[in-house]
């Protein structure tokens, strides 16, 4: 696992807004051995490392450093977005929490980055459980050192683009009583689903296995300006180079509009504010200015099974 871990170079790296804390090689957790090098795919950038390098992580490769620097090149204002979506992240998990839910599944969770799904659940209710999941072996060797070690928290090393086998996984039927009610994070995931992989089918069928009164956590990247910005145009060449650099990556990003992205909550009814730019769900603090909202490229929402 040579390269991980190596801080980037650039002279203004820092833990962004206090919300990533020093990293380090940590050991893997009880419940896992980890990885060979065989077993990483190093060749290719992967989204999750690449997220984990705009939030100002440690735990990616240099293939992943490098592309992520080219999307930052053509779209400065990505790492803009990546701290918003987590932001809104928090506030979602804390709504769905107040409402009662003390289940979660957290879908292509990323690098681990504090305060995590558990550590933010917990702390309006101490008796909430978390699985993770994610397909990237990297993030399953973080995991067990800074996840599963936690109470009630568990990992899977599993494709969100075979739902049922992610819900059949010993480790969720373990945390999970699919006869209470769940909320399902699907935060910055299904823009790396492509139509003909079926995202809202994806939806389907894990809201089928869920009672009603769970929830789903949804953000997904756009191209669309913000509407409220009278300045807001597509930037076709900065999109094009975004689109260009996720081709070389293990997932294409696949970017869609509001109108392609409300129909993916199936089941699910809208929570006020409905699907909106992430700072606008429910802030808890100032609401950014209409061309930072612009710049601001994550629709997010929230939706209830009744």
Not at 90 to 115: F, K, Y
Not at 174 to 183: K, N, Q, R, S, Y
Not at 189 to 215: K, N, W
Request: glycine fraction near 8%; aromatic fraction near 8%; proline fraction near 10%.
């Amino acid at each position: 696992m040579s390269g991980q871990h190596l801080p980037p170079d650039r002279p203004d790296f820092e833990s962004p807004d206090s919300e990533v804390p020093d990293f380090g090689p940590y050991p893997p957790g009880p419940e896992h051995t980890g990885f060979t090098a065989e077993e990483i795919d190093t060749s290719r950038p992967h989204p999750a490392r690449m997220y984990d390098y705009y939030l100002g992580g440690w735990d990616n490769y240099e293939v992943d450093r490098v592309a992520a620097e080219r999307v930052i090149e053509v779209h400065p204002q990505v790492r803009l977005s990546a701290r918003a979506n987590r932001a809104f992240l928090r506030r979602a998990v804390r709504t769905v929490v107040d409402a009662g839910v003390r289940q979660l599944i957290d879908l292509g969770t990323g690098i681990p980055t504090s305060p995590n799904t558990h550590e933010v659940a917990r702390e309006a209710a101490p008796d909430c459980r978390v699985v993770y999941v994610d397909n990237d072996p990297i993030v399953a060797t973080h995991a067990g050192a800074r996840l599963t070690n936690a109470a009630r928290t568990g990992f899977v090393l599993g494709d969100v683009r075979d739902p049922k086998a992610v819900l059949d996984h010993p480790v969720v039927r373990e945390l999970i009583d699919f006869d209470e009610p769940v909320a399902l994070l699907l935060v910055a995931v299904l823009h790396f689903l492509r139509d003909a992989e079926d995202p809202a089918g994806v939806i389907a069928t894990l809201a089928e296995a869920l009672p009603a009164g769970s929830h789903l956590v949804l953000t997904h990247a756009t191209d669309e300006p913000y509407e409220g910005y009278p300045g807001g145009r597509t930037d076709e060449v900065a999109r094009a180079g975004v689109e260009d650099v996720y081709k070389s990556a293990t997932a294409s990003l696949n970017l869609r509009s509001k109108a392609g992205i409300e129909p993916l909550f199936g089941p699910f009814t809208l929570l006020d504010p409905g699907v909106v730019r992430v700072p606008l769900w429910r802030p808890d603090g100032p609401v950014p200015d209409a061309e930072e909202l612009n710049n601001t490229v994550f629709y997010g929402g929230v939706g209830r099974k009744d």
